[in-house]
């Protein structure tokens, strides 16, 4: 059997290996068919689909989309795009100059909760200009004495309700889609069981994703439990949407799970590659 991570990121996002290093992992752990989808952007795809070409393993282009929805954030991935159509890399630039002016605020209020220089030490972190993400913020608090990891930080500083949160608007959930449709690719709910919605709030989101033409869930994911493989596996098949699966790996001791580290998915869902 194939063995699919359709969710990572690299240094053009907020993950730590660059994307021929990401694939290069990749394959050393036995994944033959990798999406890269970092966060809001598309620049990394060339190097890593020239990396997969010559290694011999499967290339799915990927993106990670920011989405806001009621109140909380959601992200969509999105499988088999082009990462030249105009109208996602519209979308994509839109997305990531709200991420810019997001993260001065958040320099701004951290400051006040008594941080200083936190915009200027996550830039340190940011490993490509076109992008800034609360792990960079996260990883120079680690380094300014903080907390003791990254997850500490989230935690007390970055999550909503806390000192360093700000919240962002950013795109639509039939934004999203839209854009990943006529990129030509999938639409995949990332990691739900993130979300704190209830399970109204899910049967609400999923109702909307299938109402704007969304394709798949995220059934594997670190973020899951077996239950949860099963509760989402369950969802698939009421909604009548895909199953996909992916590590979201972001770089050694960063990653709640290495790259190929997934279970087969549980019986009964169409796998969301059925057609590729
Ligand atoms: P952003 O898109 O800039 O708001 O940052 C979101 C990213 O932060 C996610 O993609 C994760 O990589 C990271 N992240 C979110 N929550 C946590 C957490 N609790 N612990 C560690 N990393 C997190
Ligand atoms: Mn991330
Ligand atoms: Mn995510
Ligand atoms: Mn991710």
Known sequence: MRRYDLHCHST?????????????????????????????????????????????????????????????????????????????????????????????????????????????????FVTSERLVSRTHFARYLVEAGYARDVKGVFRRYLVPGKPGHVAQAWATLGQAVEWIHVAGGQAVVAHPGRYKVGAGGMRRLLGEFCDVGGDAIEVLSPAHTPAQYTEFATKCRVFGLSASCGSDYHGPGESWMDLGDLPPLPAGVVPVWKDW
Request: zero cysteines; hydrophobic letters at 45%.
């Open 12 to 124: 053009r996002s907020d993950g730590l290996l660059a994307p021929a290093e990401v694939v290069a992992r990749a394959v050393s752990r036995g994944v033959d068919v990798l999406a890269l989808t970092d966060h809001d952007e598309v620049s990394g795809l060339g190097e890593a689909r020239e990396a997969a070409e010559s290694a011999g393993i499967g290339f799915v282009p990927g993106t990670e989309l920011s989405v806001s929805w009621e109140d909380v954030t959601v992200h969509i991935v999105g499988l088999g795009i082009d990462p030249d159509n105009p109208s996602l890399g519209a979308g994509l630039d839109a997305i990531r100059a709200g991420r810019a002016t997001r993260a001065r605020r958040m320099g701004d209020a951290l400051a006040q909760a008594g941080i200083p220089g936190a915009y200027e030490g996550a830039l340190k």
